[in-house]
């Protein structure tokens, strides 16, 4: 592997189509007849009060849950190779009893890689984390935010084209965040698409090139980042920014 995410094979599955897309759960309205195409490229960044559906939205874009309306239409077939093109990392991240290469290494096997080219994209993906020297340290003992960007590091081992992440700085201190945010620009630059929730404003602001505004379970707004900042369409957005509760 000469360079992260620069060699991908076969055609591109995005853009990626919710159409209609809903989610009931125990008898109330999740997620509420949202349309929207994300294409490849803008880092979308999904901002919305606590409760506004930004996790369940990303679940159900990531296939982890089905809609009960609708539907997530991606460019590629559906199957297994849809399932290899993209990955998730969670705001508490799962870590096998494992040492840091062998997180990254185990989900290299699983996706049918050779030792010898496991070896080599461990170390190429450790180097570029920042963390080399953490590479036989059990991944558990791991700081928070160490094992954040391990986690993220595995993701990016896979070479995704989309990378889901669900708030992934929201327990970390503000040292912390920083790694993960340069981590998430280099995956970017790579030429990853980054679709990500957080709660945190001045992130948003940084890494965002498209705004998805959620409310109640509804899309309220959608678009770029720099006019959504600089004056929000609706009301809600704008209660949003001002840091006012929308009920």
Request: glycine share 10%.
């Amino acid at each position: 592997m000469t360079a992260l995410g620069k060699e991908r094979d076969g055609a591109s599955i995005l853009p990626l189509r919710l159409e209609g897309v809903s989610y009931a759960a125990g008898g109330e309205m999740r997620i509420a007849e949202i349309d929207i195409e994300l294409a490849a490229g803008p880092r979308t960044i999904i901002l919305g009060p606590n409760g506004a559906g930004k996790s369940l939205l990303l679940r159900l874009c990531h296939g982890l849950i089905q809609p009960t309306a609708g539907r997530v239409r991606w460019r590629g077939s559906p199957g297994p190779a849809l399932r290899r093109r993209q990955a998730m990392v969670f705001q508490r991240p799962i870590m096998l009893r494992r040492s840091a290469a062998g997180n990254i290494g185990f989900a290299l096997k699983l996706r049918g890689l050779g030792r010898s080219e496991r070896r080599e994209r461990i170390a190429e993906v450790l180097r570029r984390t920042g963390l080399s020297a953490l590479a036989h340290q059990p991944a558990r003992v791991l700081s928070g935010g160490e094992q954040q960007r391990l986690a993220l590091a595995r993701a990016w081992a896979l070479e995704p084209e989309v990378l889901f992440l669900d708030e992934p700085t929201a327990s970390l201190d503000p040292a912390a965040t920083r790694a993960v945010e340069e981590l998430v620009q280099s995956i970017h630059r790579s030429g990853t698409k980054i679709v990500m929730t957080t709660h945190d404003l001045g992130q948003a602001r940084r890494l965002a090139d498209q705004i998805l505004f959620l409310n109640h379970g509804r899309l309220v707004e959608a678009g770029p980042a720099a006019p959504f900042f600089a004056g929000p369409a609706t009301p809600e957005a704008a209660a949003f920014l001002k840091g006012e509760l929308t009920w």
